[in-house]
């Protein structure tokens, strides 16, 4: 692991690196994602007859910047997953449309969207499952070269070491099994198979969730390597909110199929405007142990409603500390706040502008559980 | 590897030794006399010495000690100077059937074509039926085809052949009139005519065989396809833009085949012994009709020889499957 460089000296203050606070103005669009639903069906009685729908995504919407990274965060369950693959479409969609670089692949002829491929890659998140265990590391990284190429064999080969360097993987490696690497190197392996073809947009599917806290950094900061190296686009799945912190540009929350906040990092990270995103920063642990003693939980009582039956309203009506009546009728339309920052809350509808011109924001009530005695 | 081969042969010698081992003294301890069949009207001191003539005058473990030695030097030398002309072949006693009093060796040289050409041909057409089958199935699961090929291969599976057969009987023989009844291995196949006979001939207990095989490897095929039909992997194939031809024969079918090829050379075995019952009903005289009627005539040397080679290629068979499994998958490695 030679190009694996230390995670310690990482985490530079957000504020550094996303100066222009709303990048939607100045740079081009790469991806938009337009009213994404994507249903699975159930099939039950005895005829197998369709008797309802998994609501995995449910009417989302964004654009990301090319050169930007957007994290996708939420809790398990909650669609972001399949929202990454969907927007790659590796599942056919029910409704919408994902216009990448001025195409809509959502209508296009399969022979078509694979010629498209090679420009939208995606690094999965097992990375012993995505590799095939019965191809070596050259012919992995190799094979959508055969496909996408008409190169020769030695002008293949040179772009499998080169691809090999760029991960940090040794060239000695390139006629090994999947199965004889660690769990880092594996994902290294998706990582160089995902940049094989020179694609502009990459979505990281959790790209670090199986690995080992100390090879996740050495990850991320590849990710982020490459991308300054080749000037990718990122959607940057994942569950662990320092480390979207860490690499995204902007941020959107998912909860139960539905987007419910969407930001720019520091916006997000400083004043969140949904209480779901509130509850969901609360939860992140702080590093020191007096800060972390004082600090405020949100906890949010019972389980995630089911896909499947989604409750009426704003879907998490049936778990917000600050429910109101309105919730429960009619679903939150999802707004921009302020520049770039977007969110579908009657909160914020209720209270307008002012919670976010004065950094405020609404107290919490019943549900404050000092760290100590929760645990 | 190699080194591993060599130690599961040397292991397998000590294995075979104790198989024929318990076959003899099975067959030691089965009820049947060799000479029921003789005339009642034979006084007892002659049949006593009729009886030492077939060797069954000395202790088990010196009868058994003298087949092994003919077993494993005597007939193997007969063999291999029949097909090599090599004068190699020791002179003396050899291993002779109680029934036709020839030597066990060359009934079975004179059996094996007729069950090679039968039940190899329906296992080499039910593999090749079954592999695409099995495939296409698994890739449009619950689709039309795949439901009438699963019911089919329900029905191949759960109808003996002592069933199918005598219906082909029935329907392609008696009322048709297409096939013979009867499997003539008589038959020498000189020109077109005699081939197409023999054709005709081989027709029915082929495709009761390959009904048979080809449902059972076919569900084999289907499951693997579909256990890996739904990895990460095949996604990630997908997410390279490679071609649904290249998604499915090279990354899903190529991971499918592991199991499946071992299924298929632990069936290999089952080739030599003859589909007993199949063969029992055309009336095709290959290896397993042998060993029936060995059996019904107590033809001891014939039961134990032939039932030990059947053995050996069981164990050989194994050997050879746990091979393949370290060719076909990476992630194993036997040294």
Request: hydrophobic share 45%; with cysteine.
């Amino acid at each position: 692991m030679t190009a694996a460089p230390d995670m310690t000296a990482a985490l530079p203050p957000e504020s550094a690196r996303d100066t222009p606070t709303n990048p939607a103005t100045q740079r081009r669009k790469l991806v938009e994602v337009k009213n994404l639903k994507l249903y699975f069906p159930i099939f039950g009685g005895l005829l197998r007859r369709q008797v309802g729908d998994v609501k995995a995504v449910d009417d989302v919407s964004f654009d990301i910047y090319e050169g930007e990274t957007l994290g996708i965060v939420g809790e398990s369950g909650c669609g972001k997953s399949t929202c990454g693959r969907a927007v790659l479409r590796l599942y056919e969609l029910t409704e919408g449309s994902v216009v990448i670089d001025g195409q809509d692949i959502a209508t296009l002829s399969p022979e078509k969207l694979r010629l498209k491929r090679p420009s939208m890659q995606m690094v999965f998140q097992d990375p012993q499952a995505s590799l095939n265990p019965r191809m070596t590391v050259a012919s992995i990284i190799g094979e959508p070269l055969d496909e996408h190429t008409n190169w020769p064999r030695t002008k293949k080969l040179e772009r499998i070491y080169e691809l090999m360097d760029a991960v940090g993987l040794n060239r000695d490696y390139a006629n090994r099994y999947p199965h004889a690497f660690s769990g880092g190197q594996r994902q290294r392996i998706g990582i160089a198979r995902a940049l094989a073809l020179n694609p502009r947009f990459i979505v990281c599917d959790e790209p670090i969730a199986a690995l080992d806290v100390s090879i996740q950094a050495q990850v991320v900061n590849l990710l982020e390597e490459l991308q300054d190296q080749f000037g990718l686009t990122y959607m940057f799945i994942s569950h662990d909110l320092s480390m979207v912190r860490h690499i995204a540009d902007r941020v959107a929350v998912m909860y139960l199929g539905k987007l419910v906040e969407l930001a720019p990092v520091s916006a997000l990270y400083a004043n969140p405007l949904h209480p779901y995103t509130e509850a969901l920063l609360s939860a992140v642990p702080e590093p020191d142990p007096f800060a972390e003693t004082r600090k405020e939980r949100v906890v949010l009582k019972g389980d995630v409603p089911s896909p499947s039956n989604p409750p009426k309203g704003c879907n998490f009506c049936t778990r917000c500390p600050k429910v109101m009546e309105i919730c429960r009728e009619v679903e939150p339309a999802f707004r921009e706040y302020a520049p770039g920052h977007f969110a579908a809350c009657h909160l914020l509808e209720e209270t307008g502008t002012a919670a976010l011109n004065g950094g405020m924001r609404p107290e919490h009530n019943q549900t404050r559980i000092q760290q100590g005695e929760d645990a | 590897m190699f080194n591993y081969t060599l130690r599961r042969l040397l292991l397998a010698i000590p294995t075979l030794l104790f198989i024929s081992l318990v076959i003899f003294l099975l067959l030691e301890l089965s009820p049947g006399d060799p000479l029921s069949d003789m005339p009642l009207s034979i006084p007892p001191e002659v049949r006593q010495e009729m009886r030492i003539a077939l060797g069954l005058g000395e202790a088990w473990y010196i009868r058994f000690y003298k087949w092994l030695y003919l077993f494993t030097i005597v007939e193997p030398s007969h063999v291999i100077a029949g097909f090599t002309g090599l004068d190699i072949a020791i002179e003396g006693q050899r291993i002779l059937s109680w029934q036709t009093r020839s030597p066990v060796s060359d009934i079975i040289i004179q059996r094996m074509p007729q069950t090679l050409w039968v039940v190899g041909l329906a296992y080499l057409f039910g593999v090749l039926l079954a592999v695409p089958i099995g495939v296409y199935s698994a890739y449009r699961q619950y689709s039309w085809f795949d439901q009438t090929g699963s019911f089919i291969s329900m029905v191949g599976f759960s109808l003996p052949t002592f069933f199918t057969g005598p219906l082909l009987i029935l329907i392609f023989a008696v009322w048709l009139g297409w096939f013979p009844i009867i499997y003539d291995t008589t038959l020498n196949v000189t020109n077109w005519e005699t081939f197409w006979k023999q054709v005709r001939q081989m027709a029915m207990p082929v495709f009761v065989l390959t009904l048979f095989n080809a449902a059972q490897i076919s569900r084999y095929m289907r499951a693997s396809m579909l256990d890996n039909m739904t990895q990460d992997y095949v996604r990630t194939a997908r997410a390279k833009g490679m071609t649904e031809r290249i998604v499915v024969l090279v990354h899903v079918l190529r991971n499918s085949l592991i199991p499946v090829v071992t299924v298929i050379a632990l069936g290999i075995p089952t080739v030599f012994t003859g589909a007993i019952i199949t063969e029992q009903i055309f009336r095709v005289n290959g290896l397993g009709q042998l060993l029936i009627t060995a059996i019904y005539a107590s033809d001891i040397p014939m039961v134990l020889t032939l039932s030990v080679v059947f053995a050996i290629l069981i164990v050989l068979f194994n050997l050879i499957a746990d091979l393949l499994y370290a060719i076909l998958d990476p992630r194993i490695r036997y040294d």
